[in-house]
């Protein structure tokens, strides 16, 4: 009886040490997951997210994904409280909605794409969300907003369109040599792109009048998505880090690169393979938060499997990076896409994204920190 007496106290007093010293240490916040409402099939997906307070966010994405049917365009909004789907009058088509941002809480806009592979835009005007019409020809993949601009990433003809709203309607901006995947607007003039061309991961910056391009990790297929401006001598860009051949599903290694008003440079990441798939500001606006897709690290040597999972969030203090993983969320499997949402003022952020779901389909994910 002493002995399983003295078994039992020390546990508890490894345990507690645990605790105390842990990431789950008293004080220390955790990522939750925050459940999606009832009317959401299970088979659905998110794809980004924007924030506009602590009562108020927009995700969306597609309802009844992962089969062969097309899935139907979905909408959910925070309230402060609770994730509630939004009705969108009219919009009777099938497809998904891939991109949302927003200047105000009356001007809020999304792009999407319907079955049959055409463009959708619609508007909230903080009453009600409308079709808008989107401009011709052009296939939209991406809203951006900041600096009181809306932006949209898209293609015409095969070729790439950047797009900006004037308050009346769209007018074509130059477009940087390559790819753009994300953009960071801090005014009409001041507007920083990531993206890729064939010499490698690129970054451009626009002053109104031209781009400035520099290609900040050159290796073939590498890229970046994110990019996220924190000052003139502090700009951050992630991706993929690229790859040369390799069997079908080969992990590829993930990319950080920061700019300190000099060069670029890379950033040591605590994750082996992966994909930086958004970048966060804190509430000083600099870099607070990195999500990594399909994050995975090595495992000790002679293990089976070699590759254990890595970090899913990177806590960034301005000296060093605080991993976090993402919590299980039963009969689910791990995310395959994390897109960041900070909430304006606050350390909180959201995280949207799907996760894999039952029979090959698609689970939608809400996370949130603080």
Known sequence: MARRFLVTALAAVLAFLALATGPAAAGDRSWQHVPVPDRVRPQAGLNEAVALGPDLAWAVGADAVGREAPGFPLVLRW??????????????????????????????????RDAAGGTRLLRFDGRDWREARAPRGVVLTKA???????????????????????????????????????????????????????????????????????????FPRAAVGSVLAVSPTEVWAGGTAGFIGGPAGRPIPPLLVRFDGQAWSAVDLPADFGSVTSLSAAASGALGWVAVSRSQKWGPPGSTPPLVPGPDFLAWDGRSFTEYGEPAVPGEGASQVLRLAPVPGTETVWSVGRAAGPENTFAPRIQRFG
């Open 79 to 112: 309230d402060g409280a609770v994730w509630q789907r939004q009705e969108l009058p009219g919009a009777g088509w099938q497809g998904e909605l891939v991109s949302v941002a927003a200047t105000s809480p009356t001007a809020v806009w999304t792009v999407g």
């Open 144 to 218: 951006v907003a900041g600096g009181g601009e809306v932006w949209l990433i898209g293609s015409r003809d095969g070729a790439q369109a950047l797009l900006r709203w004037d308050g009346r309607g769209w007018r074509d901006v130059p477009v940087p040599p390559g790819s753009v995947y994300g953009l960071h607007v801090l005014a009409g003039d001041d507007v920083w792109a990531a993206g890729a061309t064939d010499a490698g991961a690129a970054v451009s910056h626009w002053d109104g009048r031209a781009w400035r391009q520099t290609v900040v990790h050159g």
